[in-house]
């Protein structure tokens, strides 16, 4: 099972489960602003894309999937349920839900409604119990109750898009992909490491540019960095531990302390 990580200080798209409504023109507007803000101004050089990658190596020693799982079918479904929820979510209905389904033949008997009932309090929760049921049943009927280790083929399954397929081929079978999720697609953009405007055009920048013997761990390294240091709002760039090869122009400074109170007399 995973350990969820402690955030360094100083160095010391998958299927979508429902049509989403069109965004406004006042809120596509400001996501564009947002987006042309915290784009790097040039890609990285393959000896920066080297150094920002070792720094975030030091900082995340070792990264790994904050879900838990003991399997790659339970990978699978904690993937699968991470959709549009967090991860401390997910890993809250896991335990309760593998013990009752620790395999596909398992699952497809606990049927879809008491998967409902499981995860219910994570979102989208009546479409992922119906996808988790029903690519369960593709496992026992199609590979014989194994995960395949093909993107092609777990793309095949109910509710498994590229993300999710790349997640597990990288976790549970050591494959060198690059699953963007948005944490690595904001910290690819913004730093220089892989500018795209797609998550798949990310991807494919990422593969083509960072170190073969650097792909497929750099997966963590990333979404823990974007999760925990290169936030959305406010990058802390001040404890970030990869600042000096990354192109982001508006390095955000350590806020300043607060003035003492003086005491009373």
């Known amino acids: ?9 100083q160095i010391s798209s998958d299927k979508p489960a429902h049509k989403p409504r069109a965004a406004s023109k006042k809120t596509a507007t400001a996501a564009k602003s947002s987006a042309s803000a915290t784009i790097a101004p040039r890609d ?23 879900l838990l799982y003991t399997t790659p079918f339970t990978l699978l479904v904690a993937v699968v349920l991470s959709a549009q929820a967090t991860d401390a979510s997910v890993n809250r209905v896991t335990p309760a839900l593998f013990e009752a389904a620790p395999t596909p033949a398992a699952m497809v008997e606990l049927g879809e409604e008491e998967v409902g009932k499981l995860i219910r309090t994570i979102g989208l929760w009546r479409n992922k119990a119906k ?3 029903e690519l369960s049943r ?4 199609e590979h014989q109750g194994e ?9 095949k399954l109910a509710g498994v898009g590229r ?3 790349n997640v597990v081929l990288n976790v549970a079978f050591h494959k060198p992909t690059v699953p963007v999720d948005t944490h690595v697609f904001r910290l690819a953009n913004r730093s220089g490491l892989g500018r795209g405007k797609t998550v798949e055009a990310v991807e494919k920048t990422l593969e083509a540019r960072i170190p073969p013997e650097m792909i497929q761990p750099s997966h963590h390294w990333m979404i823990l960095q974007g999760r925990y240091v290169c936030k959305a709002r406010k990058p ?11 192109l982001f122009p508006d ?3 350590a806020p300043r302390p607060k003035p003492a109170q003086a005491s009373a007399s």
């Open 1 to 9: 099972m995973a350990k969820k990580p402690t955030p360094p200080a």
């Open 44 to 66: 990285m050089t393959p000896d920066e894309i080297y150094s920002f990658l070792t720094d975030l190596s030091l900082a995340w020693p070792d990264a790994e999937t904050e």
């Open 131 to 133: 996808n988790v049921v």
């Open 138 to 141: 593709q496992l026992v009927e």
């Open 147 to 155: 995960v395949p280790d093909t993107r092609e083929e777990l793309e």
């Open 163 to 165: 993300k999710t397929a």
């Open 236 to 246: 802390e760039c001040w404890r970030c531990n990869a600042k000096a090869p990354c």
């Open 251 to 253: 390095k955000t400074p």
